[in-house]
Each structure stands twice: as structure tokens, then as C-alpha cells.
């Protein structure tokens, strides 16, 4: 098997989005907070259609509206513009201003407009944070924990240690996700806060009147006292050391415990101990039924999914958490491949599938789904597992995707995917054995009705 | 209104409530939310239908990958449009420059899918690094054989109209390099049609049943070579007119090609277009065939119109497109089901538009240049509307207030032009409006 990634200039239908969407998306998770684009016009406009097809809800982003003039002679009018008339129009919290390649390569010192901005405006503000995210320099996860990483850096205080506080930084997850990692987190006692927290700005209910600003998000007050829990637990195996939960343990001590996004028994497990342990309880018996009904059905089911073959694309921490989960059941994942280039994706899967598969799938960074497809033709996988934009490839080669992750634009209630823990790793597993089941069943001559 | 900024209030117009003024075709205000996009947005939404040519986006991986496949512009043949391609510029290009990525990503692409032409946007980042994309596109051209064009696109130069000049300006390079031998005098460009769930062949379709020969489409199941040819045509008709109209300003002053403003949505636009180019050509049996065509579409048509006007008539309808030529016939096409048009507005209307829409709306209405989320939910409420006609970023809005809601973008999936289109948008409209759902509306 080839273990050259393929190597083309052009990117072709890529496997990665743009670094302030990733931010913009963070910022959305925080309350009575406003995203905002300094850049023009089109990037916000270009990111709320994007987003808005995932969650089908509404999404604000502010922009500074650059013209050609501002790009000449700075964007600082603009800036203190925009965040005056957002301030006036949207009364937000925070106004979580992201840069973008136009405004990082004409120089602008968003820094110092800032300085200037808060000098003019004593104490008639919102709170600002601020991030750089050029679109050339990583993709939207890069930017998602960039935006972390500055609210906690901006906003996080430190002090005596609050007992039996903890912070979670989950990465990018599902509304569906969030709202089961706070019943977990309740059901050990701890009291955690979770960062960000899209679950209701981004899956709201339908309510009488319209929010300006929908409520819900990471409370500010608790990002506060962010500095002061007794440790912080950050998913992803691929993250690195600029991380939210980085700047917490330098700057305010506070313990650090990266662990693998969880999803499959073995990462869920791992998410469970540390739970434990730092709550001081064991696991509560509800997800200990959970788990032992997720093992019940690996082996009711594990005959129609041993030995298919997957590939499965998207955000490298997404991936690696997948790749532990289609491994552990039985499935051989044959390529794994992200848009992302942490560095860390090969040694990572690694990590997560090294005691289980006799043999390494092609694990390869940079890739666009030219690449993809272009490794798949030689690989024969039964199922894709990713997002909508690996769609054309599934209807090409006819096997069938399981749609997890962001962005899900060809179905509806992506917002509502649980992936995490054993509950949503049960719901992914009954996906994926229906799925073989279904194929087999439609490829048939006979059509059987029962199994 | 705590909606309005002061800055906003000259872009909104109350008909009948004061003399008409309206601002438009201004600068985004800095802060508002507009749901306006860039420059880049109008080249590439009016070039992207053209199904084979390579769409190349020079430029950080954000404006190819927003753009991808994401217009419903269906292609009877090649489908390369569907492709999303990118130089995916990073930092190290920024810096030293993007000149020699640009053309080896074009060899690359063009070798792997040979094309009949490439389009090379310029984005945001290329305008500031000052790569030379004229030079590069004409080395590559050289090289080829190919049409190699340069779209003019940097987003921060200008909003959405200023996307559609530049896209024109392209399309203009390649018209008039083609054979026009036997291009049938009564002959046309069909401008500013998409090809939306295949609504260009309807409109096509229709014109050939009139004996009219169509040269290119432009842009929607476009090609290069009829592009090229295009100037072989008598006569363009041009819908959308904010987005092609330059182009066809461009072709009247070098080839001398006259061209009519027509609309296809709605029965009386829709016929209105076919007998204004039978009147142009003033042919006899042309314009019996068009009488003929009009009577067997209306006779099958408007019998099945019935039952959505009887459940419809009296209903509130908010408009807020993209260019405001839309507006005009979709208040026809409300007016048609007995619909009451309480708000128009658009990203991109023109003054003398939004003027023409004041005297045909009824008084009272809204009518709003570049509007954002709060100022269409303010209006939506105040007015009570029960359907709302916009794109993908409306329809939220629409929803959270318990609103109907029409996709009538360039992402929709249903064909709306056309005489079929006039039944299809009623059943699209009722099946929003008249679904049970709402009954939970308030109840929440």
C-alpha cells in the first residue's frame, strides 16, 4: 500500500473551512455575544449562509464593511464604527472580533484601534476579545481554539481555588453533544463550565418573539472564574500547547487534562475515569447501564461490520475519535484524512487504534477530497464516514456515509447528531451497522425482511 | 425604531407616505449585519453556471470553499462547475507572493480536466499582495490554447454590483472570438438566466417553439464556444438586469446588438418577455406562434391556480431578493393569488428601481435598500406578514418569527421561471403558508 499522500499544487472541493468561521463559531458559544469580522463584507455574509445551513438558525456576524479605501489607509475608522452601531443595534456582552486575511495583510493593528476605542469609549462598551485569524494560516478549527484560547487568555481571572469546579473545553461539538456533556457532568456533582456553549444560541426553540441576540451560551460570569476550578479537561488529541487549558494551567495553575474526544467505549471510558476521579465519584449506575448496553449491542451487531473498511475525513480530532470507534468495532479504517495540518493526525490515530489493527490506515494532513478520492479509487472502502461534502464520493463509489461533524448540508438536524460518550456512540454504532444492513438489503436480489 | 440606525433610515421607503427618496448602491454601514456579500460574490454567481470553464479562486481556501456547489445551476453536459478550485494561498504565498502558484495550479487543472476556458478570480488578499494576474493568465493562455480570463474580483473593491461588472468584463473577453456563420437572423442571447432546476431550457423551449433560435446562454448550462459566438445574435434578452446588463450595454456598443429587459417568473412577465421579443422581430407567424404558445400554457396553467389563490388570497407576502428586477414580478406574481405585497426590498436595487416599486406597490408598503436581520424582523412583525420570499439567510428569520418562508436564491432547488415556475412558486408558498405547524406558533 502506498503510503505517499498525493501531492497537487491546486486544492480541489477542500476538506477544511476558513480560520474565522472557526472563531466566529467559538465567540457564538459565549453569552450576549456578537461575532464580528474585521475584514468586508462577503466573509461574514459567505459564513452566516454557511452556518445557517448546518443549524437552520439564525446567526449574526458583524463585519467592518472594508471598502478599497479603508484597505489603503486602515480599517480603524471602520472597526470603531462597526462595534459602535453593533453596541447600539445588538446592546451585546461581548463583541468577539475575529480578523481576516484582508485586514492581517494590509497590517492593521486591531490591538492598538482597540486601545485607542476603549480611551474614547470608557466604560460605554461591551467587552471586546480579540483574535487574529488569517484565513491563510489553518483552517476553521485553528481559528475555533484560537477564539478560545483569547476569551479565556482576555477574560479568565485567577484566585483561590472554587472545590469541585472544573472547566471544560469540548472543541467543536453538537448542541446535542454539549447538552449531554452538562447531564454528565451534573450526574458526577461537578460544577463545570463548559467553553463554548452553542446549545442554545445555535439550537434554540422556537419562541414567541425574536432574539437579538439568542439567549444561552458560556455564562461570562463563569469564564471569569475560569482560573480558579480545580482542573481543566480539553478534548483533542491533536491539540496543541497554545490551547485554552494551556493558557489556564500557565497562567493560573489550574491542572491540565487533555484527553481524546470521546467517542467508542475506549475514549468514553478514558473521559469517564477523569470524571471520576476528579469528582471523587464513581460512575453514576445510569451510564454505567449506558455503557454495558453500548457493549451488549457491539456484540449483537459485530459480525455485519467486521473486517468493512471506512474511510473517514474531516477535523483531525473528529477523525481520531471516529477512527478509535470504527476500530474498536471491528471496522478496518483505510484512510483517515483531514483538511488540518497539526502534525500530530498519524501519531494520534496511532495512539487511539495501535493495540487493535494489525496495520495502520493511510493517515494523511492536507488533504482535499480530490485526494481523497483520488486514494479511494484503490482502496475499495464500504462506508464514508464525515460530512455532507463528502456526499459526491459516496454517490460515486455507492457505499453509504454517515454523516457526523460540520457541516451536515444535506439533511436536516445536523445540530441534533450526538456523537459523544456512550450515548452518542450508541447512536453512531446503530447508524453504522443499519447502514451495512440497509446496503446489503438494497444490493440483494431476494430483499429479506428480516435478517 | 430601535431596529434603525440613524444611518439606515434614507435606504427605507414607506409608499405613499412621503415623496419618494430612496439611497442605494452605498457602502455597507460598518456594523449593520447587511446581507449583502462582496465583489467576489457577484463575478462568481454569475460566471459559476458556465459548466465548462475552470472557476479557479486565487486565493485563501475561504471564497472557493464557501462557493462550492452550492447554486442550484444545472448543466446538460460538463458539469466543472461544480468543482470547487483554489490556490488555497498561505502564508508563505502572502509574503513571497502568489504568481507562480497561481500558474502552476492553472497547468495542473487544465491538464487534468481540459477545459474550455478558465476563469481566475481575484480575492481579497491577491488585490494587497499585487499579484499580476493579467500576465499570468496570459502566459497560461499562451500555453493552452485556452481562453485564460481575469475576473476582477477583490471583495473589498465595491459590493455585489461592482462582482457583476467585473464578471461581465470577463465574459466580454471571450464574446466575439468565435464563427457566427449560420446564426439565424432571428436569433438571440438569452442573459441573466441561471438555469435554476432547469429553468433556462423551459425559457428556451419556449423560444424555439416561437421559431427564434438561441445562441448562447449566458450564463446559466453556458459554454465557452457559444459565449464566443454570442455576437452572432440579433438580440439579447436580458433578465436580472443588474447582474448581465453591462454586458449587454458592452455587446450594443461594439456589435451593434440591441437588447429588451424581460423577467420570466410570474404568467404576465413571463408572456410579456416572449411577445417583447416577437415585437423586436416583428415577424407574423412568430408572433401567432408566441399567441398560440401564451393561450396553451395559460389554459393548462391557470385552471390549477384556483385552489392556491382561494386559500391564499387575503395572505401577507414580504419580499427581500438579491436584485430588485426580481421584486417587481414576484409582486405581480403575489398580486396574481390574491396576495397583499407589505414589504420589497433587495441588496442591490438601483434608485429608478426602487422608485418603479413604489408606484406599483400599494400604500404602506416597505420598501428597503441593503437591509439586515433586525430592521427584516422589525418589519416582518409590524406588518404581520405570513410569508416570506428571500435566500438561505432569510429563512431563519423568517422561521423564529413563526413566518413562511419562499427560497427564491440562486440556491434553490425548484424551478420558479417560467409558466410552470408561476405553479410551482403557489405551491411553494402555500405549502409554507397553509402547513398546520403554525398553530404552534405562540404556543411555545
Known amino acids: 500500500m502506498s503510503k505517499n499522500p498525493p501531492n497537487y499544487i491546486s486544492t480541489t472541493n477542500a476538506c477544511k473551512l476558513c480560520t474565522p468561521l472557526g472563531a466566529c463559531l467559538a465567540f457564538k458559544g459565549i453569552e450576549g455575544a456578537v461575532p464580528y469580522l474585521h475584514g468586508s463584507q462577503g466573509c461574514a455574509t459567505y459564513m452566516r449562509r454557511y452556518i445557517i445551513s448546518h443549524y437552520n438558525e439564525p446567526i449574526d456576524i458583524a463585519s467592518s464593511s472594508l471598502s478599497e479605501k479603508n484597505a489603503i489607509y486602515g480599517g480603524g475608522p471602520n472597526l470603531k464604527l462597526g462595534l459602535v452601531n453593533v453596541t447600539r443595534k445588538y446592546n451585546p456582552k461581548l463583541i468577539g472580533i475575529a480578523t481576516t486575511c484582508l485586514t492581517e495583510t494590509i497590517g492593521d493593528d486591531v490591538g492598538r484601534y482597540l486601545h485607542e476605542f476603549h480611551r474614547e469609549t470608557v466604560g460605554t462598551m461591551p467587552i471586546m476579545v480579540r483574535v487574529a485569524t488569517p484565513s491563510y494560516n489553518g483552517t476553521h478549527m485553528e481559528g475555533f481554539h484560537a477564539a478560545v484560547t483569547a476569551v479565556v487568555e482576555q477574560l479568565a481571572e485567577g484566585g483561590e481555588v472554587v472545590p469541585g469546579k472544573i472547566n471544560l473545553l469540548p472543541g467543536f461539538i453538537s448542541p446535542a453533544d454539549k447538552r449531554y456533556l452538562s447531564e454528565i457532568l451534573d450526574d458526577f456533582g461537578l460544577d463545570a463550565t463548559i467553553l463554548p456553549d452553542l446549545s442554545d444560541t445555535m439550537d434554540g426553540p422556537a419562541t414567541s418573539k425574536y432574539d437579538k441576540i439568542q439567549p444561552g451560551g458560556t455564562p461570562l460570569a463563569a469564564i471569569a472564574t475560569m482560573g480558579r476550578a480545580s482542573a481543566t479537561i480539553e478534548f483533542g488529541r491533536t491539540i496543541n500547547d497554545k490551547s485554552g487549558g494551556a493558557v489556564l494551567a500557565r497562567k493560573h495553575g489550574v491542572e491540565r487534562l487533555v484527553v481524546g474526544t470521546p467517542i467508542g467505549i475506549e475514549e468514553s471510558d478514558v473521559f469517564f475515569a477523569a470524571l471520576s476521579s476528579l469528582s471523587g465519584r464513581p460512575i453514576p449506575e445510569k451510564h454505567v447501564q449506558e455503557r454495558g448496553r453500548l457493549v451488549d449491542s457491539y456484540i449483537d451487531c459485530h459480525k455485519y461490520v467486521f473486517g468493512k473498511k471506512a474511510i473517514i475525513y474531516g477535523e483531525e480530532d473528529l477523525v481520531v475519535a471516529l477512527t478509535a470507534f470504527l476500530a474498536e468495532i471491528g471496522v478496518v479504517p483505510v484512510l483517515c484524512a483531514s483538511g488540518g495540518k497539526s502534525g500530530k493526525l498519524a501519531a494520534a490515530i496511532r495512539d487511539v487504534t495501535g493495540d487493535i489493527l494489525a496495520e495502520q490506515p493511510q493517515v494523511f494532513e492536507g488533504m482535499d477530497f480530490f485526494d481523497i478520492s483520488e486514494l479511494a479509487e484503490t482502496l475499495a472502502p464500504d462506508l464514508l464516514v464525515g460530512h455532507s461534502k463528502g456526499y459526491p464520493l459516496a454517490r460515486k463509489l455507492e457505499i453509504p456515509l454517515i454523516r457526523v461533524g460540520f457541516p451536515i448540508h444535506d439533511r436536516m438536524g445536523g445540530q441534533r447528531i450526538l456523537h459523544l460518550g456512550y450515548r452518542g456512540t450508541q447512536a453512531l454504532f446503530d447508524q453504522v451497522v443499519n447502514a451495512f444492513l440497509a446496503k446489503k438489503q438494497s444490493d440483494s436480489s431476494v430483499g429479506y425482511s428480516y435478517m | ?444
Not at chain 2, 408598503?365 to 438561505?392: C, H, M, Q, R, Y
Request: glycine share 10%; with cysteine; net charge negative.
Open chain 2, 1 to 444: 425604531m430601535e431596529a434603525l440606525l440613524a444611518e439606515r433610515h434614507e435606504q427605507i421607503h414607506r409608499t405613499g407616505e412621503q415623496p419618494f427618496t430612496l439611497v442605494c448602491n452605498k457602502d455597507s454601514l460598518a456594523g449593520a449585519v447587511s446581507q449583502r456579500a462582496c465583489v467576489f460574490c457577484g463575478s462568481r454567481v454569475v460566471l459559476y453556471p458556465i459548466a465548462d470553464a475552470l472557476h479557479l479562486v486565487h486565493g485563501p481556501i475561504g471564497c472557493a470553499v464557501y462557493t462550492w456547489d452550492i447554486r442550484g445551476a444545472l448543466s446538460s453536459g460538463p458539469e466543472l462547475h461544480r468543482l470547487s478550485f483554489s490556490t488555497d494561498l498561505q502564508e508563505r504565498d502572502v509574503i513571497f507572493g502568489g504568481e507562480e502558484k497561481l500558474y502552476r495550479a492553472l497547468i495542473e487543472l487544465i491538464d487534468r480536466h481540459s477545459p474550455k476556458g478558465a476563469f481566475v478570480y481575484s480575492t481579497c488578499i491577491v488585490g494587497i499582495i499585487g499579484d499580476d494576474l493579467e500576465a499570468v493568465c496570459r502566459r497560461v493562455e499562451a500555453e493552452k490554447g485556452i481562453p485564460v480570463i481575469p475576473v476582477q474580483s477583490e471583495g473589498f473593491k465595491g459590493n455585489k454590483r461592482a462582482g457583476y461588472t467585473a464578471a461581465c468584463n470577463a465574459m466580454a473577453r471571450i464574446i466575439g472570438t468565435g464563427d457566427t456563420a449560420g446564426i439565424s437572423p432571428y436569433s438571440i442571447n438569452i442573459l441573466g438566466d441561471f438555469n435554476l432546476a432547469g429553468e433556462i431550457w423551459m425559457i428556451r423551449a419556449y423560444f424555439e417553439r416561437m421559431g427564434v433560435q438561441v445562441v448562447a446562454n449566458i450564463t446559466g448550462d453556458g459554454r465557452i464556444a457559444d459565449l464566443a459566438r454570442a455576437h452572432g445574435a440579433a438580440l439579447n434578452v436580458v433578465q436580472c438586469s443588474g447582474s448581465t446588463m453591462d454586458l449587454a450595454k458592452i455587446m450594443e456598443e461594439r456589435y451593434a446588438i440591441p437588447s429588451i429587459r424581460v423577467s420570466y417568473f410570474g404568467i404576465e412577465d413571463m408572456a410579456q418577455s416572449l411577445y417583447d421579443v416577437a415585437d423586436h422581430f416583428g415577424d407574423a407567424e412568430m408572433l401567432a406562434k408566441t399567441r398560440q404558445l401564451v393561450k396553451e400554457e395559460l389554459a393548462r396553467i391557470v385552471p390549477q391556480l384556483q385552489k392556491y389563490k382561494k386559500a391564499l388570497a387575503g395572505k401577507k407576502a414580504a419580499i427581500y431578493v438579491g436584485g430588485s428586477f426580481k421584486a417587481f414580478s414576484l409582486v405581480k406574481a403575489f398580486r396574481l393569488l390574491d396576495m397583499q405585497v407589505v414589504m420589497v426590498g433587495s441588496q442591490t436595487g438601483t434608485e429608478q428601481e426602487y422608485r418603479e416599486l413604489a408606484e406599483i406597490t400599494d400604500p404602506g408598503t416597505i420598501i428597503v435598500d441593503d437591509a439586515n436581520p433586525l430592521e427584516l424582523t422589525s418589519f416582518l412583525e409590524e406588518k404581520e406578514v405570513d410569508i416570506l420570499v428571500g435566500g438561505v439567510k432569510e429563512r431563519p428569520i423568517a422561521y423564529k418569527l413563526g413566518v413562511g418562508f419562499c427560497d427564491h436564491n440562486h440556491e434553490r432547488k425548484e424551478a420558479l421561471a417560467g409558466f410552470q415556475g408561476m405553479l410551482n412558486f403557489a405551491e411553494e408558498v402555500y405549502s409554507s403558508v397553509m402547513s398546520p405547524v403554525w398553530r404552534f406558533k405562540g404556543r411555545v
